[in-house]
């Protein structure tokens, strides 16, 4: 049996981010995943310039061999009626392949790291979480997205009760021929919220790459709303004729429907595992980094790992991101106010477009960076 201070299940953006804080803490860390990297990774992925300045990241240089796309404008638009375009002077996000980044992230962390190894196993024995029969520690840290098998341990995981966003979409490299006719241009992303307002779509180019994609509270109208979508688009010549591959499926929870417990003893979950995705959005890279940083400052100050200690986490969640049970009654990306037929004028509007849509609900440009030490 390896011992170690704290294991971490999942190696994605939330979990590499909480391995790389506590390197200089002297906690023997292991990180564990599933899967082998780089990791086929479907993503719309866009990281805001807060997110880079957070993990200290140089967009030049990360650009050396791989991919990353300035946005610095925004189509936005109600299914069936023209789109608004706005453009906002500067580079205001930035568009990555989410197998790169995660990589990316992942290789920056130099402590021990066991992939492509399926959790199979997590038992509580003398004082410790046993993985598998051979990893122990007193702290385990969820990190593995929505499914994430720390999170059942709280009794709280995955299940029917849980209002969970369902989202299929596509990514790949475009063909010259492809790339040539397609009218998507790559600074500006667009943005087409269904008529219900249950849901949105995204066409996102990066370079030669194209993502696609549209997510919904009610996955059982999922796959008849994105093909309707993707004829739409496909008539307007705003994506190209032939798709290549099949649309991925995935799940994840927002933060103000999550009713997972966030810690118990000697248990943490961070990222999507906790169901910390934006409301208005469903944007999960900054709320897993942010909650990885706060559980990092946590972890490293803890008297002991007991439910109590961990509390201070659970707080400081509620601080940055808000009070859950205060917001139970928003609906998925609007508020309760946003009704038709006002929603349908709302998207015809440049400044509602801009200063709501783009830099408050998905920017959050009104959220300074978390000041913690990465």
């Not at 994605?12 to 564990?32: F, N, Q």
């Not at 969820?142 to 720390?150: D, E, R």
Request: with cysteine; charged share 25%; net charge neutral.
């Amino acid at each position: 049996m390896d011992y170690y201070d704290l294991i971490i299940v999942g190696a994605g953006p939330a979990g590499s981010t909480l391995a790389s804080a506590l390197e200089d803490s002297g906690k023997k860390v292991l990180i564990i995943d599933k899967q082998d990297f780089p990791r086929d990774k479907t993503c719309a992925g866009w990281v805001t310039p807060a997110v880079m300045d957070t993990l200290k990241i140089n967009p030049g240089e990360y650009g050396k061999g791989r991919t990353i796309q300035p946005i610095r404008r925004f189509r936005i638009g109600m299914m069936g009626q023209p789109a608004v375009e706005n453009d906002h002077g500067e580079v205001v996000s930035y568009g990555i392949r989410r197998c790169e980044f995660d990589d990316y992230l992942l290789s920056r962390v130099n402590s021990p790291k066991q992939l492509a190894t399926p959790v199979k196993s997590i038992v509580r024995k003398d004082g410790n979480w046993v993985i598998n029969d051979t990893w122990g520690a007193p702290l385990v840290v969820g990190a593995g997205g929505h499914f994430c098998p720390v999170a059942r341990l709280l009794g709280d995981g995955p299940g029917g009760h849980e209002t969970v966003v369902a989202a299929k979409e596509v990514e790949f490299e475009m063909t010259p021929e492809q790339a040539s006719s397609c009218q998507a241009r790559g600074d500006t992303p667009e943005l087409w919220f269904c008529r219900d307002l249950k849901g949105y779509a995204w066409v996102f180019r990066k370079g030669n790459y194209l993502n696609i994609g549209l997510g919904r509270e009610d996955n059982h109208k999922l796959t008849g709303h994105l093909q309707a979508f993707v004829d739409e688009m496909k008539s307007t010549g705003r994506i190209p004729e032939d798709l290549p591959g099949r649309f991925k499926g995935h799940a994840y929870l927002l933060y103000a429907h999550a009713e997972r417990p966030l810690v118990d003893d000697g248990i943490l979950l961070i990222g999507d595992s906790a169901g910390l995705a934006y409301t208005q959005s469903g944007e999960g890279i900054r709320p897993a980094i942010e909650s990885a940083l706060l559980a990092a400052d946590v972890i490293r100050n803890a008297p002991n790992y007991s439910a109590s200690s961990l509390q201070v986490y659970g707080d400081a969640i509620a601080e940055r991101f808000g009070n859950r049970a205060a917001d139970t009654d928003q609906g998925w990306q609007v508020p309760d106010w946003v009704k038709m037929p006002l929603a349908s004028s709302l998207m015809r509007s440049h400044w509602f477009t801009r200063k709501v849509v783009t830099e408050k609900w998905f920017l959050h440009q009104q959220v300074p960076p978390l000041k913690v030490a990465v």
